[in-house]
């Protein structure tokens, strides 16, 4: 993606604005970019100060970056799902999650390990066959992700 394709989006959603981004054009602009919301942290880094409009050439330019900062973390995501597919099956078993979970957590009883095993599986499981594929870990590590956004956001406010 070049600094073009930002701009040429925020001329095909913003017509009209000037110059100018607000945020409500650029929560759309970011959902065409990224495919998905932008989260609080996102909106802060687009409109930094909590500003209610940033001007477009700023904007594009940092839209941009996230969306690079954006393709590393996936690519740093594909790694970890590599490195837990052990036997290169393109998704990820019981047992593989079950050394993850043992080797994050070496202080865990087995108990805990298989119980943490289970729930891992349940919440990233999206067909229910017991495996986690690829698309699978991905939701999961969203997931997660935004877990530990809200908690950071929450903390934060209080």
């Not at 043992?102 to 729930?119: D, G, L, V």
Request: charge should be negative; proline fraction near 4%; charged fraction near 25%.
């Amino acid at each position: 993606m070049e600094l073009s394709d930002v701009h040429h989006v925020i001329k095909r959603l913003c017509s009209g604005s000037r110059g100018v981004v607000d945020r409500e054009h650029g929560r759309l602009v970011w959902l065409a970019l990224s495919g998905c919301p932008p989260t609080e942290s996102e909106l802060s880094t687009l409109f930094p100060g909590n500003a209610a409009s940033s001007p477009e050439e700023d904007f594009a330019a940092r839209a941009l970056a996230m969306m690079k900062d954006e393709k590393r973390e996936e690519s740093l995501v594909r790694s970890m799902f590599l490195a837990l597919d052990t036997r290169g099956a393109g998704f990820l078993t019981v047992k593989e999650l079950h050394a993850c979970a043992a080797q994050i957590c070496p202080s865990f009883t087995p108990a805990t390990i298989q119980e943490m095993t289970r729930r891992m599986l349940a919440q990233a499981d999206g067909d229910g066959d017991g495996r986690v594929t690829w698309r699978d870990f991905q939701t999961l590590y969203s997931q997660l992700k935004q877990h530990q956004e809200q908690r950071r956001h929450s903390s934060a406010s209080s």
